[in-house]
């Protein structure tokens, strides 16, 4: 089966968005995780991890795609690493990074 070119006009840090629940792709091999909410009381649900990149669904079912350009280099490092570890994702965007988004997704 022959596969169509990648679409090399869409930046590394893109992410196309279909609105996926929990578990499914969000774009090619990222997948929306769920957030293990370690202190349980998170109002983060599930985020996925790109290049330069994180989509954070909430909670109330929102999704807010941050990245290197929108944010900065090292809070998306930082998220990343807030992220896969499952503890303080939530407090850590609003106290530093709230308004930092590229774009609501959902």
Same mark, same amino acid.
């Given at each position: 089966?022959?596969?169509?070119?990648?679409? =090399?006009?869409?930046?590394?840090?893109?992410?196309?968005?279909?609105?996926?629940?929990?578990?499914?792709?969000?774009?090619?091999?990222?997948?929306?995780?769920?957030?293990?909410?370690?202190?349980?009381?998170?109002?983060?649900?599930?985020?996925?991890?790109?290049?330069?990149?994180?989509?954070?669904?909430?909670?109330?079912?929102?999704?807010?795609?941050?990245?290197?350009?929108?944010?900065?280099?090292?809070?998306?490092? =930082?998220?990343?690493?807030?992220?896969?570890?499952?503890?303080?994702?939530?407090?850590?965007?609003?106290?530093?990074? =709230?308004?930092?988004?590229?774009?609501?997704?959902?």
């Amino acid at each position: 089966m022959d596969h169509p070119a990648p679409d =090399r006009r869409r930046p590394a840090n893109a992410f196309v968005y279909a609105r996926p629940a929990i578990g499914e792709p969000m774009h090619d091999d990222a997948l929306i995780q769920p957030y293990l909410n370690l202190n349980g009381d998170s109002g983060v649900r599930g985020y996925a991890i790109g290049p330069q990149a994180i989509a954070v669904e909430f909670g109330d079912g929102s999704v807010y795609l941050y990245t290197a350009d929108s944010a900065g280099t090292e809070a998306i490092a =930082r998220m990343h690493e807030l992220a896969r570890g499952g503890r303080g994702l939530n407090t850590y965007i609003n106290r530093y990074v =709230r308004e930092g988004y590229a774009e609501r997704l959902r």
